[in-house]
């Protein structure tokens, strides 16, 4: 059981790295990787919302301002909802293969319990 909670911990603070302790070093890396790309996605849009567009949208139904101030804020919340979603899913992963590993061991290789 502490091993399963120290993976989760690995993967609360680096995603992926829960895996890669838990001897997954293809899934973890695949993990470290989406969280970095979908991180890199959220850092290159925030600013062009920014710089791009005032706070407050003048009053206007022109569809460019749509375009233009709502749309990219869209992408930047669904963009963080989602690595939010990842980020946990990342850690019940983690937690959650230790158990699949141990009833796995406990069956042993042919799936019939080991004495």
């Not at 001897?23 to 791009?52: D, H, K, Y």
């Not at 139904?61 to 989602?82: G, K, L």
């Amino acid at each position: 059981m502490k091993r399963s909670f120290l993976a989760g911990a690995l993967s609360l603070v680096i995603p992926g790295l829960g895996q890669i302790y838990r001897g997954r070093a293809a899934r973890g890396g695949a993990i470290l990787a989406a969280a970095i790309i979908i991180g890199n996605l959220n850092i290159i849009i925030l600013p062009l919302i920014s710089l791009a567009n005032p706070v407050i949208p003048p009053p206007t139904t022109d569809v460019r301002v749509v375009w233009a101030y709502y749309i990219p804020r869209i992408v930047h919340d669904v963009v963080s909802m989602w690595s939010i979603v990842f980020w946990l899913w990342a850690v019940v992963d983690a937690f959650r293969g230790w158990r699949d590993g141990d009833q796995a061991a406990e069956r042993g290789c042919d799936g019939f319990p080991t004495r």
